[in-house]
């Protein structure tokens, strides 16, 4: 109870309630009820969190529920595992960009991914899809290494069996430039990102002007989006001359045991220096 007590109230909770993050408390304690009990915790209990939760939230929850019928974000969809689901976006026709991890466990075997679904929000998606196949950067290793110490390796590339990407769009890369990670060792670079977390169900959650904090010589970087299990391989975003694209994949975040590292206050992604030529290629 003495270690637990900060975050005991939030056991059980998710945000998986189709009207979560509206801003209106809809479960049946304090609400209209038509939510699920325990499924509308940002909108019941406040936006708040506590630190030390499995989550990688920065002292408060500032996602949103992602209108999945436009772009961009109708291009980013849930990638589903032989066990489990992470987070893909549509970079070709039939091209999705992922984590490594999300297709292999110890970087030498391909899980290959069982189907995409683009756009999934609400019960419905923009439009699904079978993977073929997958291939991951060879030189991908399932551990941690020290800030900058070789962490720019957790990116796949997963092949679907038709052109999804020609129906509901796609999304070109765009490789950082000197301009941008001067910008990043500056004052940050704000970007999106939208993924699957894992307490959203299957409604896409995303953040807005959320900060890419520090760029290393490894192709990552740290970033304060406010992400949880399933994000995996989420899109960060940043619009480019009126366009958004994609700058980073979302790879892991770090416990309070790491609080004397970079990690500390942040969390991991692979940026697009480490993926921009395989992408490249692809197309």
Not at 13 to 20: K, L
Not at 188 to 202: C, E
Not at 216 to 230: K, M, P, R, V
Request: aromatic share 8%; net charge negative; with cysteine.
């Amino acid at each position: 109870m003495t270690d637990c007590a900060a975050v005991a109230y939030l056991r059980n909770r998710t945000d998986t309630c189709a009207t979560a993050f509206d801003g209106i408390c809809n479960e049946a304690s304090g609400g209209s009820g038509t939510c699920e009990p325990f499924s509308d915790t940002a909108d019941c209990l406040g936006r708040s969190r506590p630190a030390g939760l499995e989550n990688h939230f920065f002292g408060r929850d500032d996602r949103f529920l992602v209108d999945v019928t436009q772009s961009p974000w109708r291009s980013i969809g849930s990638l589903t595992l032989q066990d489990g689901t992470c987070t893909g976006t549509l970079v070709g026709p039939a091209l999705v960009l992922t984590a490594a991890h999300c297709v292999t466990d110890t970087g030498n075997e391909t899980l290959t991914p069982v189907s995409f679904s683009a756009g999934l929000s609400l019960g419905n998606s923009q439009g699904d899809a079978k993977v073929i196949g997958a291939v991951f950067d060879p030189s991908y290793s399932p551990e941690t290494q020290p800030a900058g110490g070789g962490n720019g390796h957790d990116w796949a590339l997963v092949v679907l069996d038709r052109n999804l990407g020609d129906e509901v769009g796609y999304l070109e890369v765009h490789e950082l430039t000197a301009a941008n990670l001067s910008q990043i060792g500056r004052s940050g670079l704000l970007v999106n990102q939208a993924g699957y977390s894992w307490d959203t169900g299957d409604n896409m959650s995303g953040n807005q002007g959320c900060r890419i904090v520090q760029a290393f010589e490894d192709n990552s970087i740290l970033h304060e989006c406010d992400t949880a299990q399933g994000d995996s391989g989420s899109p960060f975003l940043l619009n480019v001359d009126g366009e958004w694209k994609i700058i980073a994949v979302d790879s892991q975040f770090f416990s309070a045991d790491d609080d004397k590292t970079p990690f500390a206050q942040s969390n991991l992604a692979v940026d697009s220096r480490a993926f921009a030529a395989a992408v490249a290629q692809q197309q």
